[in-house]
């Protein structure tokens, strides 16, 4: 079974300096009906303008990762972390039993356009900590890229969640083709980042999601100028 | 019952302080407390030149942190007063705070409130002046690192909030 969440039903807020668009409950947003899919809590895609964004505030057992699509986001933190994430980079911070953080634009120019993901972890009282890692930009075209899961991968460096999800990129051009199987009883949630992408013959535009399950075989093309998704695979 | 709210209240100029308020507030997080950062206002002219690092830390927090309100003391359960080396109750950027908190004491708005002072030097004046100000006054422990014990501090704090909360909630 493949639900959609079209883009301009999910929620959102313009402060000015932050433009989000909500696809779980979040903040003032708060719908009942979409609060969570299985361990994915939060997916929230914002642009924060030039030399602005989220003052520090603190998180609690919380798997947060980050994915920026243009820009650069400035990350701070109570373990002293302080780091610039990029395009074709991604950020993991488990919150743990506390972290006090910042993420504001690094630029005065250009804004950022990130996506955060926030997902319950296996466990309370954790060890706070940070990882950030970069990859080429062919890794993730044409073929499922590893960002996030719950054990380093022998192949592949991707950051570790408390969790038993795997977040995967993939950007297809016009017309490419990609498949995944679900293993049994394995849920998984797509979310188009960019451009236009089908799956299992349906059409995903930018900014939908897509809620799977029941379903093993996952058939991703790009369509019209192809497009750049998020695959959660989840318990 | 609503969560147990720490204001945690600091001045800082180069981050020094700005970084005990950090810690202060992971300790007031793993007590499950919800916390609110609110930096006070520089003043101008109160302060010789500072450095150019210092500068570029200053223009970060002046941009990064807003100043405390009447309403965050009163809707707060517990507040961590931060202050950098060589605090006095006279110091500019405090003044006017102060006088506030005095004011609030006064009234009886206070009662019930829970605080604690870090200071970076562990003989500055900031906790005896917050414990003339009416507040239920967690002393500071012995930890040697700084960051250690304003997270050991700001755990304190938090914990004792949240067992007077839970105990008067337990009344009603």
Redesign the interface.
Known sequence: MITIRKSEERGHANRGWLDANYTFSFAGYNDPAHMNFRALRVLNDDIIEP?RGF??????DMEIVTYVLEGGLLHRD?MGEEHVLRPNEVQAMSAG????H?E?NASEDERVHSIQIWIEPASEDLVPSYQQIAFPPSEKQGRLRLLAGPKASAGESATVINQDVRIYVTELASGQALKQTLEKDRHAWIQVLRGNVSLNGQLLKEGDGAAVSDERELSFAGSGTGGEILLFDLA | MSQTEVLITFYSRCGSAEKLA??A??????A?A??R?RRLPDIAGSHSADSPECLKTLDRLR???IGPSEADVLRADAIVFVAPAGFRAVSPEWTEHLDLIEELRSAGKLEGKVAGAIQIDPQGALPAVILRLGFIVVPSGADVDGAARALAHGRRVAELANLLKTGSSSKL
């Open positions: 030399g003052g520090p505030h603190a998180h609690r109570s039993n506390g972290i006090v910042s504001v | 950090l810690q507030a992971v300790g007031a997080v793993q499950r919800m916390i950062f941009k990064e942190y």
